[in-house]
């Protein structure tokens, strides 16, 4: 089945400063690449997503690249807000006999310091 | 107004009773999902239904049975709960069957003593 790896597991940033996440994905046949936020107690909300006809997306300060070759995408996020503070997930779906199994990676707990 | 929303949202319960967990999108989307988020913040997929049709069951013990009675609603029903249970349960829900974004309900957070 699919293995997502997401690194690393924790990242300390200072407000201003960029935040990079980087998911591995082993299953070829994935082709959707969704990250998601989530707070602390709160639900984890979809925020920005990529499909493998595409190799960069951006949505103000935050962009997703796509390497389908070495099979890695990465969440960048610019000039961080102490708000930013969350668990980023990110995760692939794959086609399985005509389905979409979505895997998680295993998160990434972003601390931005004022 | 809510559009994917779980009861109850805490739930304290003894080994080896039964319980169950509600879900209910008001998204008009076609497919609905149950996570589960353990200590370690991992989230993993247990259940998937389109149109009231089991679609995956990720080899989750056959103590958790979903049941889908319209495409508004799954529900989680857990017999014999054992202390790894403990975790917090996620319901999502999307559009269609495919690589549409899930929306997630609030979680059910789930103690098992």
């Known amino acids: 089945g699919e293995n997502v790896e997401q690194h690393p597991s924790t990242l300390s940033v200072q407000e201003g400063d960029s935040a990079v996440i980087k998911c591995t994905y082993s299953d070829s046949a994935s082709n959707y690449f969704p990250w998601y936020k989530q707070e602390l107690g709160k639900r984890p909300q979809l925020i920005i997503d990529?499909?493998?006809?595409?190799g960069e997306k951006k949505d103000q300060r935050i962009a997703v690249t796509l390497n389908k070759t070495a099979k890695h995408f990465s969440l960048h996020i610019t000039e961080t807000q102490p708000e930013d503070s969350a668990v980023y997930f990110c995760a692939a779906s794959r086609a399985s006999g005509g389905s979409y199994i979505p895997t998680f990676g295993r998160g990434t707990s972003l601390i931005v310091h004022p | 107004d809510t559009a994917v929303s779980q009861t109850p949202k805490y739930l304290v319960t003894q080994m080896g009773n039964d319980k169950s967990i509600k879900c209910e999108q008001n998204l008009g989307h076609d497919t609905m999902y149950w996570y589960k988020q353990d200590s370690k913040k991992f989230l993993k997929i247990m259940f998937s239904?389109?149109?009231?049709?089991?679609?995956i069951n990720e080899t989750v013990p056959n103590r958790f049975s979903p049941k889908s009675p319209d495409k508004a609603h799954l529900n989680l029903h857990i017999n014999s709960l054992e202390l790894g249970d403990s975790a917090v349960y996620f319901c999502a829900s999307s559009l269609r069957w495919g690589d549409n974004e899930q929306f997630f309900g609030p979680g059910t957070r789930l103690t098992v003593l």
């Open positions: 239904y389109n149109n009231k049709e089991l679609i």
């Open positions: 990529i499909r493998s006809n595409v």
